[in-house]
C-alpha cells in the first residue's frame, strides 16, 4: 500500500507561480511513473504531466513551457512547478504514482485557484 500526501496549493493571481509536492510512503516496491492530474469544476480529470522512472516528462498541451516536473527518488517524491498561472488552470490537482506491482495511486488532492 502506497500513501500520498500532497501539499502547496492555494490561491494565486494570473501570472503567479506555484509549486506542488507530493510525497510517497508504504510499501511502495519499484515506483515507475509519477504524475499530475487536475479536474476543474464540471469537467473530467486530465493529465498535467507525467515524469517516467528515467526521467523522461510529459506534459498536456496547455502547460507547456509554464509547468514544471521532478521528481525524487530518493525520498520519494513528485513535484510540479508551476508558473505563469492562468485562470483555467484552477481546479484540484491530484497525485499519481504506478509501481511495479502493477498498481495505481491517487493522492487526496490539493486545491489551487488562479485569480483573474
Known amino acids: 500500500q502506497v500513501h500520498l500526501v500532497e501539499s502547496g496549493g492555494g490561491l494565486v493571481q494570473a501570472g503567479g507561480s506555484l509549486r506542488l509536492s507530493c510525497a510517497a510512503s508504504?510499501?511502495?516496491?519499484?515506483?515507475?511513473?509519477m504524475g499530475w492530474y487536475r479536474q476543474a469544476p464540471g469537467k473530467q480529470r486530465e493529465l498535467v504531466a507525467t515524469?517516467?522512472?528515467?526521467?523522461?516528462?510529459r506534459y498536456a498541451d496547455s502547460v507547456k513551457g509554464r509547468f514544471t516536473i521532478s521528481r525524487d527518488n530518493a525520498k520519494p517524491t513528485v513535484d510540479l512547478q508551476m508558473t505563469n498561472l492562468k485562470p483555467e488552470d484552477t481546479g484540484v490537482y491530484f497525485c499519481?504514482?504506478?509501481?511495479?506491482?502493477?498498481?495505481?495511486?491517487w493522492g487526496q488532492g490539493t486545491q489551487v485557484t488562479v485569480s483573474s
Open positions: 499519481n504514482v504506478n509501481n511495479d506491482a502493477p498498481y495505481s495511486y
Open positions: 508504504g510499501s511502495m516496491f519499484i515506483i515507475l511513473d
Open positions: 515524469i517516467s522512472i528515467t526521467e523522461r516528462t
